[in-house]
């Protein structure tokens, strides 16, 4: 019984955390077709920001709780200068190129940011664990849980319903789903789909590095930490069927939860569980859970 | 059965030659280095066989690190010594691997089927990192190959090595020339232009496309055993995403413009890598990733597009049309 506490409650944190990393990759995929590598670029850079600037506000010694707004605003100011930068500077020249060659251009972005990080924070690891102890911890049913790690549930959610309310209820989100349905069709009826690709991109990239600063306090941020995390992200976005939120949100419970369930029962198999969910939901549903199946061109 | 000559066929014999005439009076470091590139240029020619029709594997270390794996568990389980039997290990395990996964992948295309090679290869990853009796993160040493009998030490073993690599690469390049050049082999670039149409014509476009795969398999099989007992020691490393993202960049790096090409990438990234992670350690992978950019960017048909032109009586053969 207890166990199977542990596992919900690790789970379910697991997952949030998932669902917030992967959320931005869905998005840039789902409007632009971008399989996008650079993504675990945009995390570490996040995670980097977070725990450097962190790291200042505490030694300046400010209010300890303003570090929290300062975990969100460093994510935002790295991701949107990320996401501009490479959008504007690289990715809008190759739109409509093969899809492949397409996710090779973002692999060459995320080598090059990997050591953009080396050339700006060096080899030393650093900690922002601040955040993280400030919260202390709750006890359930003997078990200590970090009150930190439980609010990336609540995170999680304010993070998807917002993705959600902007797609489904402001008309930006409804001009954007019309591109999503039929980009040519959209650019004829005089929707600016550039400025659409720009923001989308800066919103993912935003995401992305979200994800890295949240993460920070809970890690030793280290070179590489982004290697890792784009496989992961991978693999909860072709669960949930490539572009699609709803999707993601039951990609990133399915891999979570299972992924808790193996530390707890079954050690040996905890990166092993991931991929084969993987394999087993693209062998079966090739589009993902939550994708549609495409025509093929004759 | 008269066997046809071209261009491609001469060259790779020519240089196999020089190369094996030249290892006799180069350094032992150099001997060492080229039998990596060489190795490793065996998995870009699978690479380039799947990317002809279209097709890019995020996995290919998955049958990399088969290849490497049976070479050091051949000889941990059965104390097998011998290099060539080593490296037959190698191969038709990872042909087997692939064929059986090849009557799954075979139905995938572009994203997915990247997707699928990627997850195949991470479960590889994931099972050997935490199995013990797989050596875990630490992998384990291979001891120095012998060769139908004979025990070389030191400088000599490598010297063998190499010439075992040269000639495997060798006869590997030029029967994947002929693949490409059979109707079967044709039919890749024909899959990556219209499938439906190769259909249409009665081609069973998943068999043919199972029929690559495999080979691909073997090839980088061939060219993970080869890399174990070069370097003598294994690691799960070997089957993470980033050492297939390697095999990738090297193929764009080619082009699959001729199966020379995969030989001319190899050690064009080899030794980009060498020197500028001696001269530039903390800013290599960015080299790396500038180079593949510009590559994508301004020469997409790879250095061999540069080679065909220099030669172009002989690129009307063998380039890519």
């Known amino acids: ?298 | 059965m008269t066997v046809p000559v071209d261009g491609t066929i001469r060259a790779l014999a020519l240089g196999a030659a020089l190369l094996a005439a030249a290892s006799f009076w180069l350094p032992d470091w150099v001997i060492f280095l080229a039998t990596l590139i060489i190795a490793k240029a065996l998995v870009v020619l699978g690479l380039l066989i799947l990317w002809r029709a279209g097709l890019m594997s995020f996995g290919q270390a998955l049958f990399y690190g088969v290849g490497a794996y049976a070479v050091g568990l051949a000889q941990l389980a059965f104390g097998l010594r011998d290099a060539f039997l080593l490296v037959l290990i190698g191969i038709v395990l990872a042909a087997a691997v692939a064929f059986v996964l090849g009557f799954l992948l075979a139905r995938y295309r572009d994203i997915f089927f990247a997707m699928l090679s990627l997850a195949f290869s991470m479960i590889l990853y994931g099972t050997l990192v935490k199995s013990a009796t797989l050596g875990s993160t630490d992998g384990f040493a291979i001891l120095q190959p012998r060769f139908l009998g004979l025990a070389p030490a030191g400088p000599a073993a490598k010297h063998d090595l190499f010439l075992l690599t040269l000639c495997l690469a060798a006869a590997s390049a030029y029967l994947t020339h002929r693949y490409l050049g059979s109707p079967l082999g044709a039919l890749t670039t024909a899959i990556r232009d219209n499938e439906i149409r190769v259909e249409y014509l009665g081609y069973s476009v998943e068999r043919a496309i199972h029929v690559s795969y495999v080979i691909a398999a073997a090839l980088a099989g061939a060219g993970g055993a080869l890399v174990a007992l070069a370097v003598g020691h294994i690691d799960p490393d070997a089957t993470y995403w980033t050492s297939s993202g390697e095999f990738v960049f090297v193929t764009i790096l080619s082009g699959a413009g001729s199966v020379l090409a995969p030989f001319i990438g190899s050690a064009l990234f080899e030794l980009l890598r060498a020197y500028a992670a001696d001269y530039a350690p903390y800013s290599w992978q960015m080299i790396l990733g500038f180079c593949l950019l510009l590559l994508i960017l301004f020469l997409p048909q790879g250095v061999w597009s540069l080679v065909a032109r220099l030669a172009p009586h002989r690129s009307r053969r063998t380039a890519a049309p």
């Open chain 1, 1 to 298: 019984m207890l166990t199977a506490l542990t596992i919900l409650v690790d789970g379910l944190v697991y997952s949030s955390w998932l669902f917030i990393v992967a959320v931005g990759l869905t998005l840039i995929f789902g409007v632009m077709k971008v399989l996008n590598v650079a993504h675990g670029g945009f995390y570490s850079i996040g995670a980097y920001t977070a725990a450097w600037s962190i790291g200042l506000y505490f030694e300046a010694g400010w209010a300890p709780l303003g570090s929290f707004a300062l975990l969100i605003l460093s994510a935002v100011v790295a991701g949107v200068v990320l996401g501009l930068a490479l959008e504007r500077g690289l990715l809008r020249f190759v739109y409509g190129r093969d899809e492949i060659l397409v996710v090779l251009v973002t692999y060459a972005v995320f080598l090059i940011l990997e050591n953009l990080v080396l050339q700006i924070w060096g080899i030393d690891a650093y900690l922002a664990y601040q955040p993280n102890t400030l919260l202390g911890t709750t006890r359930l049913g003997g078990l200590a849980f970090s009150n930190y790690e439980l609010m990336l549930i609540p995170l999680a959610g304010v993070v998807g319903f917002g993705l959600w309310w902007g797609l489904n209820r402001t008309r930006t989100g409804k001009i954007l789903r019309a591109v999503i349905h039929d980009r040519e069709m959209s650019l004829g009826m005089g929707v600016n789909v550039a400025r659409l690709f720009t923001a989308t991109f800066v919103i993912g990239a935003v995401l992305g590095a979200l994800g890295g600063a949240v993460t920070a306090p809970m890690i030793s941020v280290t070179p590489g930490i982004g290697v890792e995390v784009i496989v992961l992200a991978f693999a909860v976005v072709v669960i949930s069927g490539l572009g699609s939120v709803p999707g993601t949100i039951i990609g990133a419970l399915i891999v979570g939860l299972s992924r808790a369930a193996a530390v707890h029962l079954w050690p040996e198999i905890e990166l092993f569980v991931i991929y084969a969910v993987m394999s087993a939901v693209l062998i079966m549903r090739p589009q993902g859970l939550f994708g549609r199946p495409h025509l093929r061109r004759i």
